[in-house]
Nanobody, 124 residues
């Protein structure tokens, strides 16, 4: 399974971006998908995750109410709608897929496939 992330860019604080993650195939083992982000000098942290089958979701506290994760099964694509962006959202965003289902995996070592990352820069 190959994952291709896109949609990053430069945006002003308060603006919006939508990230996409296209999967090369709907692998039967790909039960959960997620977005992680890594800011300069910091560790890679989970932002949001979605259960591929039931659309159960998880959000980090820092993005609740501002970001929305979704998926289009027919297109094998996951999205992250990011609204009310803040300078602290600046990071490289990675999409990932996991064979794990429940509980929703939250650690990067629980994910089996990774996209290449897309840079989001929020100017204040």
């Amino acid at each position: 399974v190959q994952l291709q992330a896109s949609g990053g860019g430069l945006v002003q604080a308060g603006g919006s971006l939508r990230l996409s993650c296209a999967a090369s195939e709907r692998a039967s083992s790909m039960n959960t998908m997620a977005w992680f982000r890594q800011a300069p000098g910091k560790e890679r942290d989970i932002v949001a995750a979605i259960d591929w089958s039931d659309s159960d979701t998880y959000y980090a506290e820092s993005v609740k109410g501002r970001f929305t994760i979704s998926r289009d099964s027919a297109k094998n694509t996951m999205y992250l709608q990011m609204n009310s962006l803040k300078s602290e959202d600046t990071a490289i965003y990675y999409c990932a897929a996991s064979k794990r289902l429940w509980p929703i995996p939250l650690k990067q070592e629980e994910y089996d496939y990774w996209g290449q990352g897309t840079l989001v820069t929020v100017s204040s």
